[in-house]
């Protein structure tokens, strides 16, 4: 028997890289995954995975900078199985780098709409219904990026680190309740690293040759391997935490700096 057997899981964001990565290993361990993505041909793909994994899949076409949208996916799955035991807020979209200058009011709230009020949302749609149940497990992405203060990404560095300083907050209060709330700022090889890179191959060789492990992480065996662990009961006593799942890159840091024009493009 898996070690999520009986376990209901919403993961955001699913429909492709860290995301995808993780519902396949929950559903590798018997869980089954509400796949609330914005994409719907990604997200029935990953849904329609994971039965064959050991798991059970279902798709519910989710716009996290919707709140409606957001309650609408945690209703589903406390629907569908009746409890929902594990939260991952994943997904992100966002605008495209540039230099803080550029940025615009418009942009920033896009970016902490989508990447910090997803997750306040969220979290406090799942908590009646684990606290109810008797506990129950938060899991929220962030990044290095907003860490180690990378270049030309301001909007996604204060969003992630807000949903940072969200987690820590409902750790604390919400551990009476056995709701524990944990963050993974992980590296992955991910489509989206994939685009950066292929534009910015410079930067990534130099970047890969500083990393300890000289290899960036897999999001189903790597990532969603710490996942794992955050939402069973090995996690029982593990809350508040920020775990790096980065094969050590943020012990040296992190050569990122993609090739940008002094000047906004007209």
């Known amino acids: 028997m898996g ?3 009986g376990k209901v899981a919403l993961v955001t964001g699913a429909g492709q890289g860290i995301g995808r990565g993780i519902a396949r290993r929950f559903a590798r361990e018997g869980a089954r995954v509400l796949v609330a993505e914005w994409n719907a041909e990604t997200g029935a793909r990953t849904a329609s995975e994971l039965a064959a994994l050991g798991g059970e899949g ?27 035991d594990v939260l991952v807020n994943n997904a992100w979209a966002g605008p495209p780098m540039g230099r803080v200058e550029w940025k615009t009011t418009e942009e920033m709230e896009q970016a902490l709409r989508v990447g910090f009020l997803s997750n306040f949302w ?5 908590f009646p219904h684990m606290k109810q149940q008797g506990g129950g497990r938060i899991i929220n992405l962030c990044s290095l990026n907003g860490v180690n203060a990378h270049m030309y990404t ?7 680190e807000a ?9 604390r209060e919400w551990a009476p309740y056995n709701v524990l709330c944990n963050v993974i700022c992980p590296a992955a090889a ?26 960036m992480g897999d999001p ?8 794992l662990f955050l939402a069973s009961e090995d996690s029982r006593y593990v809350t508040g935490n920020t775990l790096f799942v980065d094969g050590g890159s943020h ?7 993609p090739e940008l024009p002094e000047e906004l493009p007209r």
Not at 122 to 126: E, G, I, L
Not at 163 to 171: C, D, E, K, Q, S
Not at 251 to 257: E, F, Q, T
Request: some cysteine; overall charge positive; aromatic content about 6%.
């Open 3 to 5: 070690r999520l057997a």
């Open 122 to 126: 969220s979290m406090q749609a799942v």
């Open 190 to 215: 991910t489509e989206a690293y994939r685009a950066v890179m292929d534009a910015n191959p410079a930067m990534e060789k130099q970047l890969l040759a500083q990393h300890p492990m000289h290899r």
């Open 154 to 160: 301001v909007h996604y560095n204060a969003a992630k």
């Open 251 to 257: 012990i040296n840091g992190s050569p990122w700096a």
């Open 163 to 171: 949903v940072r300083a969200l987690t820590r907050t409902a750790a």
């Open 58 to 84: 279902r798709f519910v076409r989710t716009d996290v900078g919707d709140c409606a949208q957001v309650n609408a996916a945690v209703a589903a799955a406390q629907g569908a199985w009746g409890r929902i």
């Open 220 to 227: 189903e065996e790597d990532i969603g391997g710490v996942a």
